[in-house]
């Protein structure tokens, strides 16, 4: 038993002893690994095949090249780090170890190309529910899919697709969550634009905590397997309403840039294909499905 006890130690989990009572798990600590993570799966076909490594390119590279080879569907790639995390719009995703969640999903949806946007609307639902489950936080989601605590982001992501005319071949769903970094952790130019749960939960309540990344990983795949077979079913539009319900765009003055370059706007609504609709100032409909957009708040734009 001591040579297994020894090896969990090793690992990071602390275990007491007594000679009369045996170990007992003192505390269960944020440990990312395989074999956590399948703990606390609860999914009847995401993450049934997982990939884990303690650093990597982007786990959406390995993803794509898993894809190419034929993988199952819901197969998953974890990784503790990424050297080479992206981000929207050929921006780096930065991908420290030991403090975030870096994760890609394998998706083959009977879909057709133009409804990828509803694919990364629904997955945004779905991580803004699972993480509100697990953290009993405040957070919205700001169009199309960040997630955003006390006017910052949290999660973003990043869905690559492969398609032919009519059909999508698979969908890569990445994932990154700011979990247990503190503020110090990001990089300078971040600080007022990125949070994690760790540090807006010290921000917000005083209380310094730790969240456990392997039973959040398991609880977004969870909400995801749910509204990826809404989508399946073609409840597109109860997808669309969970949308609105946790939207932090609807109803604001917005700043888009776009080919036409950056104007104010209200966002109005959202489409039953994920189009975000606004009015601009001089009485114009827009319907905008991709660009940036920044909501004017109290903090200024985010
Ligand atoms: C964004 O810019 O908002 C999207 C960020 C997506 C980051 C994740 S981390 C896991 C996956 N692998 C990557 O290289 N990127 C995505």
Known sequence: VWKYINQLKEEGYVIESSSKKGYKLASIPDILNKREVISYIKTEFLGKEIYYFDTIDSTNNYAKKIAEDGC??????????????????????????????????????????????????????????????????????????????????????????????????????????????????????????AVSLKAGCKQLTGENKTFNRAKIIASILLHIEKYYKMLQSGLNEEIIDKWRLHSITLGKQIMCSDSRGSYLCIAEDITEDGHLVVKCEDGSVRELLSGEVSIKGVMGYI
């Open 72 to 193: 199952e569907e819901g197969t998953v790639v974890i990784s503790d780090c990424q050297i080479a995390g992206k981000g929207r719009r050929g921006r780096e995703w930065a991908s420290l170890a030991g403090k975030g969640i870096y994760m890609s999903v394998v998706l083959k949806p009977l879909l057709e190309p133009s409804q990828m946007q509803l694919i990364t609307l629904a997955a945004s639902v779905a991580v803004a529910e699972a993480l509100k489950e697990q953290t009993g936080m405040d957070l919205g989601i700001k169009w199309p899919n960040d997630i955003i605590l006390d006017a910052r982001k949290l999660c973003g992501i990043l869905t690559e697709m492969t398609c032919e005319t009519d059909k999508i071949n698979y969908v890569i769903l990445g994932l990154g969550v700011n979990v247990n970094q503190d503020m110090e952790d990001f990089p300078a130019d971040l600080r007022d634009k």
